[in-house]
């Protein structure tokens, strides 16, 4: 993974590789930004899966603004946010998270689609995979799956030492 960090304003805030990494696979959610009809921005919560090389993989319904956004522009965002943590007396916020600059991909092949959704399954319900997978192969034809090819990610954090 391409991970610049030189743009990063705080440089003593910088996310090292291998934490960035744990966040990339471990991470419950992200948010993908993307371009609306508008020129506009939309942005939106979603579950992700990381294929361990260069990719995440989303899944949504076959049609939708996700979808029509990605087809005028397939130059996304991806970001993705771990532990936070309010440190009221101190009026700041612990944090880590990373930015993925990705392109996106629609209409892939049936084999990386069902593939995508048993990566999801394993890593949302590994307790019920059995049950997962037939649930995959019966809403198969009503699910979409979005290939997110990351290009370059960077990350940052705040920790707070203990007082």
């Known amino acids: 993974m391409n991970y610049p960090n030189e743009q990063i304003r ?4 910088l996310l090292e590789k291998e934490k960035a990494i ?7 959610y992200g948010v993908l930004s993307m371009q609306d009809e508008e020129n506009g921005a939309y942005g939106v919560p979603i579950n992700y899966v990381w294929n361990k090389k260069n990719s995440i993989y989303i899944h949504c319904a076959p049609e939708g603004r996700k979808l029509h956004c990605i087809k005028r522009c ?3 965002s991806f970001c993705i946010i771990g532990k936070t943590h309010i440190i009221s007396n101190q009026f700041t916020t612990e944090y880590e998270s990373i930015i993925l600059k990705c392109r996106a991909y ?3 092949n049936e084999e990386e689609r069902i593939n995508a959704l048993h990566l999801l399954i ?9 049950i997962g ?4 192969q ?7 799956i979005i290939r997110l090819d990351i290009e370059e990610a960077s990350g940052k954090c705040k ?4 007082q």
């Open 10 to 13: 705080r440089q003593d805030r």
């Open 22 to 28: 744990s966040l990339l696979k471990n991470g419950e």
């Open 74 to 76: 397939n130059t996304v």
């Open 106 to 108: 629609i209409g892939l």
């Open 122 to 130: 394993e890593k949302y319900s590994p307790n019920d995979k059995v």
């Open 133 to 136: 997978n037939q649930y995959a």
């Open 138 to 144: 019966k809403s198969f034809h009503r699910t979409e």
């Open 159 to 162: 920790h707070i030492p203990m």
